[in-house]
């Protein structure tokens, strides 16, 4: 079974710097999708990033790009001049492709973002 | 908004009593699937639906049940609340292979 690590429970920024959230993941596969979420205070999941494992190239949507090492596993998220409505929960997925394509989630990382 | 609606929004029931959490969506998705969200767990899969009447189980499926017998409904059923069951629910959406999932604004529910 996937399984997807966040070993950050909390993470400060202040407003305008850069931060980096980190996550790794396990899986047999070869060929997957991960994805960033980010949960505000309404409680709504919203998608931040995605990265298709075939493809090298890291994805970047605006201020959040992506560091995916493949053979390390690891897929860290970059947010740049961090806003005070980045502030929220940040989870990491995992999605094998083909089958149920269940989400796997990390537990988690809370970001605050400091004015 | 991918025309997805949980309801009720916030529940409050006793322990023992069944319960019925609805996510209803109005753009013939194919794949609905139920998560929970508890703190220092992330979400984590009840069941999920891959199309009407098929169903199966996710990772934490024990002392829930689900029926989907029309495409824009899928129902969790707790049979019996227990305390350990109250959590945030959220439904999820997928038209098909390989595309985004749309989650809904979740359920509270909490279980005395």
């Known amino acids: 079974a996937q399984t997807v690590t966040q070993s950050q429970p909390e993470m400060s920024v202040q407003e305008a710097e850069t931060v980096t959230l980190s996550c790794t993941y396990d899986?047999?596969?070869?060929?997957?999708?991960l994805f960033w979420y980010k949960q505000p205070p309404s409680r709504q999941m919203i998608l931040v990033i995605r990265?298709?494992?075939?493809?090298?190239q890291n994805a970047t949507e605006n201020r959040f790009s992506v560091n995916f090492q493949k053979a390390a596993k690891s897929f860290s998220l970059k947010i740049s001049d961090s806003q005070l409505g980045d502030a929220a929960m940040y989870f990491c997925?995992?999605?094998?492709?083909?089958?149920?394509?269940?989400?796997?989630f990390g537990k988690g990382t809370k970001l605050t973002v400091n004015p | 908004d991918a025309g997805i609606t949980q309801s009720p929004r916030h529940k409050v029931t006793e322990t023992g009593t069944p319960v019925t959490l609805r996510c209803h969506q109005t753009?013939?998705?194919?794949?609905m699937y139920w998560y929970r969200q508890d703190p220092g767990h992330g979400l984590r899969l009840i069941h999920y639906?891959?199309?009407?009447?098929?169903?199966d189980k996710g990772e934490v499926s024990d002392g829930y049940s689900v029926s989907r017998s029309k495409t824009e409904d899928f129902l969790l059923t707790l049979e019996s609340a227990t305390s350990s069951q109250t959590s945030v629910y959220f439904c999820?959406?997928?038209?098909?292979?390989?595309?985004?999932?749309?989650f809904g604004q979740g359920t509270r529910l909490t279980v005395v």
């Open positions: 999820a959406i997928r038209m098909g292979q390989g595309v985004e999932a749309f």
């Open positions: 899986t047999s596969e070869s060929d997957y999708y």
């Open positions: 990265q298709e494992a075939y493809k090298q």
């Open positions: 997925a995992y999605r094998s492709r083909g089958g149920s394509e269940k989400l796997v």
């Open positions: 753009e013939n998705h194919r794949y």
């Open positions: 639906s891959y199309g009407v009447k098929d169903t």
